[in-house]
């Protein structure tokens, strides 16, 4: 079956150490996008991809770091500069990066301070 | 930009009673409007959408939403809720012209016997 698969599913993290979360889709969706979701907050985005080897700043980029090398993959590095990094992190794609376009999720990377 | 909002934080319905969910979206032209539900440490899954035509639309799991273009909302309604629809549910909103979605804040469903 298609679907994006992100791994870990728990992370934890030491002080200065950078991690990366992996998003994975085998949908052939051309637009990848990483969230942050804290309780109460809803879906923040990270960042996101319309493309192979191009990436946008969503609205929370400062800490993170982001790649698209190949269209079914979209890693996320949280940086040591992220000073708060513990929440729930969900990776999405849809067909084209276009407002009329529902997204698919994963299962989401939660990640903890150690 | 566009903008959603979901005024209801918590809902606790009755199993067997009506539910209805509200969402209020702010943007200038027709909006593309999405449904989504979460389960606890899940991903969030697709309930319906609307882009145009018929104002009224059908989704997955007895779910429906209902455009109304005068009061700029998108309610999600189900005539009788099950204890397994208790989840968080989130709105979105795309536009024409933008690659992204924005989502609502959330509404967290809870359903007492």
């Known amino acids: 079956d298609g679907g994006i698969t992100q791994s870990p599913k728990y992370l934890f993290r030491k002080e200065g150490q950078n991690v990366t979360l992996s998003c994975e889709q085998n949908?052939?969706?051309?637009?990848m996008y990483w969230y942050r979701q804290d309780p109460g907050q809803g879906l923040r985005l990270i960042y996101y991809s319309q493309i192979v080897n191009d990436f946008q700043k969503g609205d929370i980029a400062e800490g993170y770091s982001v790649s698209r090398e190949k269209k079914e993959s979209f890693p996320l590095t949280v940086t040591s500069a992220q000073k708060n990094p513990t929440a729930f992190y969900l990776c999405?794609?849809?067909?084209?990066?276009?407002?009329?376009?529902?997204?698919?999720f994963g299962d989401g990377t939660r990640l903890s301070i150690l | 930009a566009q903008s959603v909002t979901q005024p209801d934080i918590h809902i606790t319905v009755s199993e067997g009673a009506s539910l209805e969910l509200r969402c209020n979206y702010s943007?200038?032209?027709?909006?593309?409007l999405f449904w989504y539900v979460q389960s606890p440490g899940q991903g969030l899954q697709l309930l319906l959408k609307y882009f145009s035509g018929d104002t009224l639309v059908q989704g997955i799991k007895g779910f429906e939403a209902e455009f109304k273009r005068s009061q700029s909302s998108f309610n999600l309604r189900k005539p009788s809720v099950h204890w397994s629809d208790a989840a968080e549910y989130f709105c979105a909103v795309g536009a024409e012209g933008y690659s992204t979605l924005t989502f609502g804040k959330g509404t967290m469903l809870l359903v007492s016997p």
């Open positions: 949908l052939n969706h051309d637009a």
């Open positions: 943007y200038g032209a027709t909006p593309y």
């Open positions: 999405a794609s849809s067909r084209r990066p276009e407002g009329n376009q529902p997204q698919h």
